[in-house]
């Protein structure tokens, strides 16, 4: 079947550090070794400004034990069948499954005393991406929603991407906090995909039957075609609707935002670089949107949380095949497309004004199941920052012995949300004009 | 420019594939020049006859070596079975090697197996009404008879298959509650199955009949066990846990008894698959940086690496003649199936 819309990727297709330096040398030497003093937070938190932001969103749950945060010296029943390896980071150690990222540790820093107040994945997944849960409602605004609205559209492109092949969801449940929330559809995120060998499609535009590639150029026949379709929806749908196919459209027929998902227009090199996967691709694409000026974009790691089971497409809810599917699919594939991502920015400077974060809405059961996996453990989990004036190679929180709980300030997803609306701008005044991230504090120890 | 800056700068301007040919060249010259190095000096004194028989045993060395530069340079230039570039797993051969099954992602959410022609490369799945569940980690039975693989059944559930191919017929391995089954293998004599579970705490090896009888624990250990793997005289099996930290390799006899550890690493061993004259192991190791494929004798004494790439090498299987392996290598972020040459079990043992 041809998606239409999307753009066939061929075979052969054809930082500057300153501001880190700048806050580094600004900030005294308590702040190197953990301990930023309040005017160095200001400082740091002054310079750094991102024009955009990547957020990676590992959904499912990835195990922080098995990952980014191993426990070698716990009892067996905890601590997991991976050896560890050390990172560029003293004190730093990883398991044998992200060699790539332990060799870019100095570019980076890790969170290890993340907590969430669910511990279900649409739940979780909401307060992951908003801060605050689904009930009481009204369902706050995604991250990128904020981000949005403040930032508005500038061109064609929308302001708040999604990468992959829905909205994320458990099999029967979506996320709630996906989209525009209390700030309304408008700001939802607008939804592309890329396949594992850099198709980009819009799957907004599948519905569309009677079309084909080569009636895209036509414009009134396009339109006659969205005319044709927008009568067949009952008028309540017809606003969303409108939203929506206006968008796709005035991206189908924009030249920037062509060029923006032509992964061809890469070389092969650094196509490969990601790898062969949804997500690899997914993660070269939102770097070319970041480049194109899109001021958010998440890529999702899949659709569904479920990792095996019928339709699933390998989320990280690993209930079962923990320690195989990590060392077999997703240890793999996270480990390269993250670095990739991480080289390539650097390499490009965006990391200067480029907000990268990688995090799922929990981490898994330190104790080991009786089936050989780990289960749901929203009470200590991970995130990874990096760009945008974080000060790389850090350790902020730790983890119990066991991975259990943090021992030192938790770290919560309201406080990641407002570490990003700050970091783009949205400053206490203008989120509290639009009441979201009430309450939220910067995670000042990045700075 | 030194010869030594010529072949660095040759491998910087390489090709991944290129670069390993050269490395193995590279390695297999450092062999040689250890052995003429490593020559007693003792030879080299007043017993001329001493030394007449040391020159024999060197040149007799030397052949040896520039036979084993053959096998390297077999193993260093590897065929490539498939250009899809599709993510790929769990291959094994068939049919006197005839045929190469293996698991690839046929879309974003589904693995298949799919059963290639190895003479003209030609695939087919293995099973044509295979509807939308996951099926992988084939297993084929000595005799032909037998296919043992896991199928994803419901969410976070999956069973071990075993399906008769003359009568077109399946049995089913079930456990309680929700799990999966992993790794099958068949015993030599194509009667039994020992395959991976975890059924109410550590993961532990289990056996079963064709006909899904006889279900019974093998393995009572602590840590995570799985990859089983047989001796071709049945007595043996061979199979990886984690008690240890991280997964080495053990073998023990059939019954469970006798176990011995085979490798010894602070990360991970694991996937061994014994080679069909039963005298060498091939597994993956991370012991170097990242996923590749090594053979050892099945004692766990001389390792030997087969694959070198900055890219990942997995899941090997030997193809029946015991002188080649099959693995899923990464390249340029493809994964295909690539064939290694690691040369004849005498050869190995020699160096």
């Known amino acids: 079947m041809i998606d239409f819309g999307s753009f066939k990727a061929r075979d052969c297709g054809g930082s500057t550090r300153r501001s880190f330096l700048r806050t580094a040398s600004a900030v005294p030497l308590a702040l190197r070794a953990g301990l930023p003093t309040p005017e160095a937070i200001a400082d740091a938190k002054h310079r750094a400004r991102a024009k955009s932001v990547i957020?990676?969103?590992?959904?499912?749950?990835?195990?922080?034990?098995?990952?980014?945060?191993?426990?070698?010296?716990?009892?067996?029943?905890?601590?997991?069948?991976?050896?560890?390896?050390?990172?560029?980071?003293?004190?730093?150690?990883?398991?044998?499954?992200?060699?790539?990222?332990?060799?870019?540790?100095?570019?980076?820093?890790?969170?290890?005393?993340?907590?969430?107040?669910?511990?279900?994945?649409?739940?979780?997944?909401?307060?992951?991406?908003?801060?605050?849960?689904?009930?009481?409602?009204?369902?706050?605004?995604?991250?990128?929603?904020?981000?949005?609205?403040?930032?508005?559209?500038?061109?064609?492109?929308?302001?708040?991407?999604?990468?992959?092949?829905?909205?994320?969801?458990?099999?029967?449940?979506?996320?709630?906090?996906?989209?525009?929330?209390?700030?309304?559809?408008?700001?939802?995120?607008?939804?592309?995909?890329?396949?594992?060998?850099?198709?980009?499609?819009?799957?907004?535009?599948?519905?569309?039957?009677?079309?084909?590639?080569?009636?895209?150029?036509?414009?009134?026949?396009?339109?006659?075609?969205?005319?044709?379709?927008?009568?067949?929806?009952?008028?309540?749908?017809?606003?969303?609707?409108?939203?929506?196919?206006?968008?796709?459209?005035?991206?189908?027929?924009?030249?920037?935002?062509?060029?923006?998902?032509?992964?061809?227009?890469?070389?092969?090199?650094?196509?490969?670089?990601?790898?062969?996967?949804?997500?690899?691709?997914?993660?070269?694409?939102?770097?070319?949107?970041?480049?194109?000026?899109?001021?958010?974009?998440?890529?999702?790691?899949?659709?569904?949380?479920?990792?095996?089971?019928?339709?699933?497409?390998?989320?990280?809810?690993?209930?079962?095949?923990?320690?195989?599917?990590?060392?077999?699919?997703?240890?793999?594939?996270?480990?390269?497309?993250?670095?990739?991502?991480?080289?390539?920015?650097?390499?490009?400077?965006?990391?200067?004004?480029?907000?990268?974060?990688?995090?799922?809405?929990?981490?898994?059961?330190?104790?080991?199941?009786?089936?050989?996996?780990?289960?749901?453990?929203?009470?200590?989990?991970?995130?990874?920052?990096?760009?945008?004036?974080?000060?790389?190679?850090?350790?902020?929180?730790?983890?119990?012995?066991?991975?259990?709980?943090?021992?030192?300030?938790?770290?919560?997803?309201?406080?990641?949300?407002?570490?990003?609306?700050?970091?783009?701008?949205?400053?206490?005044?203008?989120?509290?004009?639009?009441?979201?991230?009430?309450?939220?504090?910067?995670?000042?120890?990045?700075? | 420019m030194s010869s030594f800056e010529h072949r660095t700068s040759r491998i910087e301007h390489s090709t991944s594939h290129e670069r390993t040919s050269m490395l193995n060249v590279e390695r297999s010259l450092f062999n040689v020049s250890v052995v003429f190095v490593a020559r007693p000096a003792a030879l080299h004194a007043a017993y001329d006859w001493r030394r007449s028989m040391c020159d024999v045993t060197v040149a007799i060395v030397s052949l040896c070596i520039s036979l084993s530069v053959i096998a390297d340079a077999y193993a260093a230039d590897p065929e490539r079975l498939t250009t899809d570039g599709t993510f790929k797993r769990d291959p094994v051969f068939t049919d006197s090697g005839a045929t190469l099954v293996y698991g690839y992602d046929e879309r974003p959410d589904l693995v298949r197996m799919l059963k290639m022609n190895v003479a003209d490369r030609s695939v087919t799945p293995v099973f044509e009404d295979a509807g939308n569940r996951h099926n992988l980690e084939p297993a084929w039975s000595l005799d032909g008879h037998w296919v043992a693989y896991t199928q994803c059944t419901g969410n976070l559930t999956a069973r071990l298959v075993i399906h008769n191919r003359t009568q077109n017929r399946d049995a089913f391995v079930s456990h309680s509650g929700r799990g999966g089954t992993r790794s099958p293998t068949f015993s030599p004599d194509s009667k039994t199955v020992v395959y991976a579970f975890a059924e109410t705490g550590p993961q532990q090896l289990w056996s079963v009949d064709v006909a899904a009888q006889n279900k019974k624990q093998l393995t009572e250990c602590s840590g995570i066990t799985n990859w089983p793997t047989f001796t071709p005289d049945g007595k043996t099996i061979v199979f990886a846990n984690s008690r240890e930290n991280n997964y080495e390799i053990y073998s023990m006899s059939a019954d469970g008894s006798n176990e011995r550890r085979l490798t010894d690493n602070a990360i991970m061993d694991i996937r061994p698959r014994v080679s069909p004259d039963g005298n060498r192991i091939a597994f993956v190791s991370t012991r170097d940086g990242n996923y590749e494929v090594y053979v050892m004798n099945l004692d766990g004494s001389r390792v030997q690496r087969i694959t070198n790439s900055e890219e990942r090498d997995d899941y090997p299987t030997w193809h029946p003649n015991g002188t080649q392996l099959v693995a899923v290598s990464e390249r340029d972020g493809d994964f295909d199936l690539y064939l290694y040459d690691v040369g004849p079990t005498q050869l190995a043992s020699g160096m």
């Open chain 1, 55 to 447: 957020l990676l969103w590992l959904w499912g749950g990835p195990s922080h034990i098995d990952l980014v945060d191993p426990k070698p010296d716990a009892s067996m029943d905890y601590r997991g069948p991976f050896g560890t390896i050390d990172t560029r980071t003293t004190g730093l150690k990883f398991t044998e499954l992200l060699p790539r990222m332990a060799e870019r540790s100095d570019r980076y820093s890790v969170v290890r005393s993340m907590v969430n107040t669910n511990n279900g994945h649409p739940g979780a997944g909401t307060v992951g991406l908003t801060g605050f849960e689904e009930s009481p409602g009204p369902v706050q605004p995604n991250f990128g929603a904020i981000v949005s609205k403040h930032r508005g559209q500038n061109g064609s492109l929308p302001p708040f991407f999604y990468i992959g092949r829905g909205i994320p969801r458990d099999l029967p449940t979506r996320i709630e906090g996906y989209g525009g929330g209390t700030l309304g559809k408008a700001f939802d995120p607008f939804l592309v995909s890329a396949s594992d060998r850099g198709e980009v499609s819009i799957p907004t535009l599948k519905m569309m039957p009677n079309m084909s590639p080569g009636r895209i150029s036509d414009r009134r026949q396009l339109l006659n075609q969205l005319d044709e379709d927008r009568y067949r929806l009952d008028a309540a749908n017809v606003a969303e609707w409108n939203h929506k196919y206006q968008s796709a459209y005035g991206l189908l027929t924009s030249a920037e935002a062509r060029a923006a998902f032509d992964l061809t227009q890469e070389s092969a090199k650094t196509r490969s670089s990601y790898g062969r996967s949804t997500f690899g691709q997914g993660c070269l694409l939102a770097r070319r949107l970041a480049e194109a000026g899109v001021p958010y974009i998440q890529v999702n790691w899949s659709e569904y949380v479920e990792t095996f089971t019928p339709g699933g497409d390998w989320g990280w809810d690993t209930h079962i095949y923990n320690f195989e599917l990590l060392q077999d699919r997703h240890g793999p594939i996270f480990d390269r497309a993250f670095s990739a991502l991480l080289d390539d920015m650097t390499d490009r400077g965006l990391l200067d004004d480029t907000l990268l974060i990688a995090m799922g809405e929990f981490g898994r059961t330190p104790r080991i199941s009786n089936r050989a996996a780990r289960e749901h453990w929203n009470q200590c989990y991970f995130s990874i920052w990096a760009g945008a004036g974080v000060q790389p190679g850090r350790v902020v929180g730790q983890s119990d012995a066991r991975g259990e709980v943090p021992v030192s300030r938790p770290i919560t997803p309201l406080m990641a949300g407002t570490t990003i609306a700050e970091l783009t701008g949205v400053g206490a005044q203008q989120r509290a004009e639009m009441k979201v991230l009430d309450g939220g504090s910067v995670i000042d120890e990045l700075f």
